[in-house]
């Protein structure tokens, strides 16, 4: 299995990136805020996991071990199939998934598209003994990604299944709320989301 990849970006997509290695380009899927990272005709490294299909072999990609040992373990919860633990990983920080896990807290899972009251309980009750040692902080929201937040909740939007159009609208509505500060990039992803899925 590939463990990790280390190579050239040669291309970024909506949903995933290229990374030259040795002469190879292994097409790697990743979140918006990995993606955020990487820069085209810049060496990268990601911690990758590969999903394996009778029909496909999809490699995930993460910008540390700790997010992608967060998707394989979303995965063996009932129903949690490699693209709703990435969309988990697309909405919230890993030490916010961990908390809303540990603590029951089914209302922040349910913002993830995909996942519903029913999908979220599950997902406390299968995991919440193996998810390990949850933060004390006082919002687990890690800061505002290098680059354009804009850019960053735009690509976010369109991976998560909506049309460029909606992403540039959700964009906008989001800009308007912003008074001052900008809050971090995945609380301006989950409002993006709370806007979009209203309009559906």
């Keep these: 299995m590939i463990a990790s990849v280390r190579g050239v970006v040669a291309a970024i997509a909506n949903d995933s990136a290229v990374i030259e290695v040795g002469g190879v380009g292994l097409q790697v899927q990743c979140a918006p805020g990995t993606l955020a990272g990487l820069k085209a005709g810049v060496e990268a490294r990601l911690s990758t996991s590969m999903i394996v299909r009778e029909d496909s072999l999809t490699l995930y990609g993460f910008a540390d071990d700790d997010e992608k040992h967060l998707f394989e373990l979303l995965q063996t919860a009932s129903g949690v199939g490699p693209r709703l633990a990435q969309a988990v990983l697309a909405v919230h920080q890993p030490e916010v998934v961990r908390r809303a896990i ?5 209302a922040t899972l349910t913002r993830v598209p995909g996942i519903g009251k029913k999908g979220a309980e599950r997902m406390v009750l299968e995991l919440r003994d193996r998810i390990g040692a949850v933060s004390t902080g006082t919002d687990g929201v890690a800061g505002a990604l290098s680059g354009g937040w804009q850019d ?21 509505a989001v800009a308007e709320t912003i008074d001052g500060e ?4 995945p609380v301006l992803l989950r409002q993006a989301i709370r806007l979009l899925g209203r309009t559906r």
């Design 182 to 185: 900008v809050p971090a990039v």
């Design 102 to 106: 540990s603590s029951g807290d089914t």
């Design 152 to 172: 960053q909740v735009r690509q976010g939007v369109i991976a998560l299944g909506w049309s460029q159009q909606q992403a540039d609208q959700a964009v906008a």
